[in-house]
């Protein structure tokens, strides 16, 4: 019997796979993906910054449409200062300087009070004030070093003494009710921020009920007969009823600020025997100074 020289085929290698975390839906962007929408595969890629288990992207949100069946990876989710933004609350940046912000002693992290100061012109220096804006809010950024993790240009450059002498601290970002970002605007735009360091053990703060609310800019829809009614302005509804300039300097006090008035009069002629010359005379009312200019 011949013998069988036949060779035995070799096994083809196996292609290697790694276990990916993809999409088992279609991952609409600027929404929390839910947990149920995932899913793992064995792929034959392993690319850069993709997920081996479900449980780290629960929550987390695309800055891109992924569709069914697209890996997840690092770059295409939500990151960085954002992220550290509580529900109902907004990320402001305001000028910050080495006075402003504690001698720049402020760090991301920290907590703070900020502090207004108005001041009037010459004139009116009796009026100008000084008063708690805003109490125990959070630092997010100081600088160039936030709390998201990111180390700032000083940690990269490893001189951070000379780093921030080259580069002076020009912002501060806050953590802010965001029914409290139009105080926090008009503030600034009208006089000169103080942050003030606090214990973040102290949890002290104002009580609102004490100070008359500030009337908004804009006025609610008058209710309709029947309809219940209203609870008070708040959160974005009361953000976006603004608050004016005037009422926000004043506290709201009916007739606490009259802008400038002119009235205009006929002043006598030279006929009437009161020895001025005819024209113009017009009455400037500040407040509660007149002064009378003539043409």
Known sequence: MAA???ATPAKAPQAQTFPIVVAARPLPAGQAIPADALRIEQL???????????????????????????????GQLVSGLALRVAEGERAVAVKADEVM??????????????????????????RSQARLLLSR??????????VDGLPSKAEKSGNQQAQQRAEATRTAVLAVPVDDVNR?????????????????ADMSEPNPKLFAELP?????????PGDPRRPPLEGLDRAQAGVTTADFV???????????IAVAQRAPSAGSGSGNRGGLQVEVIRGDRSETIRY
């Open 250 to 260: 004043t506290g709201g006090k009916p007739g606490a600020v009259r802008p400038p």
């Open 216 to 224: 908004t800019a804009l006025q609610p829809a008058p209710a309709k």
């Open 101 to 126: 912000g504690v001698g720049n002693k402020v760090q991301p992290g920290d907590f703070v009070d900020v502090f207004l100061m108005l001041k009037s012109d010459g004139k009116d220096i009796d």
């Open 184 to 200: 926090l605007t008009l503030a600034e735009s009208s006089g000169r921020l103080v942050l003030a360091l606090r214990n973040p």
């Open 137 to 146: 809010k959070r630092v997010l950024a100081f600088g160039n070093a936030s």
């Open 44 to 74: 034959p890629i392993n690319p850069t910054g993709a997920f081996r288990e479900t449980a780290p992207l629960a929550g987390r949100v695309p800055v891109i449409d992924l569709g069914e069946g697209s890996p997840l990876l690092e």
């Open 4 to 6: 069988d020289t036949g």
